[in-house]
């Protein structure tokens, strides 16, 4: 890779240290920067910006239109990630989904804002945006995670349609799965279209989101890390965010997102922590080179980081007006 372009990407900025927990850590959330803090901030021209796993141009390019119309990074993620989840060739998230071995598509999502709100749904069946029943989960219920059938009911109420998530395409993959009916993660099955998005807006406020159909071929009632806060997403405005991509199994034993913030937090760059996410699976781990995680992280100046345990995982970035793939780094260089 890239080697120069990992470099600056990890680049370490005097302020990413300085906004270590101590120094924000007394005012509230609403209120964290003064305008001058903001400014200072604004001066990289970092602002807005989103980052989001896998290829997914015209997700990220939905978002920035969003957030170019003033509107807020928690809308931005929203309607980029509802751009995959709607398109039936992606089949790793939303229609199209590949289904589990019983032949159900059942979908995770979880959205997060920057004033710390959260909300989720597991185990949904039959709608094609389970990231806007999250959305509203969050704001509409004194909850923050609906599965199963109470989700479905509540997408029901509020007026989100029914729709047979199993494309003719997904259906023959999973018939000819079937065949051998061989349970084992594939690293990059998910086919560069599992989306998880972090977006800053031009106040430099952030908000993720994350949705997916989990696994191929799951178990029927399995949840991965994507709908769980902390694992597969995490923001904290304060400091910045995290989401993940691949094996949800590992990436919940670690707590992932949320650690990737901690370790920013303490003063990490993204680039450090998503690294150091990734050491941590594969210490705990030895069977790592059989499975694909990676992450990406944003910081409060709207520095990124990404990395994965193997080859062929890619992030895309819409920053300073360009809208770019680009392939990430990673541990397994055999
Ligand atoms: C899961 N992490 O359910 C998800 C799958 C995924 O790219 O992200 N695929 O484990």
Redesign the pocket.
């Known amino acids: 890779m890239k080697r120069r372009k990992f470099i600056q990407n990890a680049s370490l900025s005097t302020f990413g240290i300085a906004m270590g927990s101590s120094v924000f850590a007394s005012k509230n959330n609403n209120s964290l920067f003064t305008s001058e803090e903001k400014k200072a901030q604004n001066s990289a021209e970092n602002f807005p910006l989103v980052i989001a ?2 290829n997914v141009k015209e997700s990220t390019a939905e978002a920035w239109r969003v957030l170019q119309d003033g509107k807020s990074a928690l809308d931005a993620v929203e309607k980029g990630c509802n751009i995959e989840e709607a398109n039936a060739e992606g089949q ?1 998230v939303g229609i199209g989904g590949l289904p589990d071995r019983d032949g159900n598509v059942t979908l ?1 999502a979880c959205i997060m804002d920057s004033n710390g709100n959260y909300g989720a749904v597991v185990y949904l069946q039959n709608f094609v945006h389970p990231i806007s029943v999250a959305r509203k989960v969050m704001e509409k219920t004194p909850h923050v995670l609906l599965a199963g059938k109470g989700a479905e009911q509540f997408a029901i109420s509020e007026g989100f349609e029914k729709t047979n998530l199993l494309t003719e395409a997904s259906k023959k993959a999973w018939e000819e799965w079937k065949k051998t009916s061989q349970y084992k993660p594939i690293i990059n ?2 086919n560069h ?2 989306i ?1 998005m972090l977006a800053v807006d031009k106040n430099g406020d952030i908000s993720g989101g ?1 949705t ?4 191929a071929y ?1 178990m029927a009632g ?5 709908p769980i806060i902390g694992s ?1 997403l995490f923001i904290d405005n304060e400091i910045g965010g995290a989401t ?6 590992e ?1 919940l034993k670690t707590v992932g997102s949320f650690l990737i913030v901690e370790l920013m937090r303490q003063g990490k760059t993204p680039q450090q922590a998503c690294e150091e996410a990734i050491g941590r699976i594969i210490k705990k781990n030895p069977n790592y080179k059989d499975f694909q995680v ?1 992450y990406i992280a944003v910081n409060k100046k709207g520095e990124t980081g990404y990395y994965s345990i193997h080859e062929g995982y890619s992030v895309t970035k819409y920053q300073n007006g360009k809208n770019e793939n680009i392939p990430s780094d990673f541990y397994n260089k055999k």
């Open positions: 796993t896998w790793s995770d099955i998910e279209d599992t998880g994350c997916t159909s989990g696994l799951k399995r949840v991965g890390d994507s597969g993940a991509t691949g094996l949800g199994e990436v990676g």
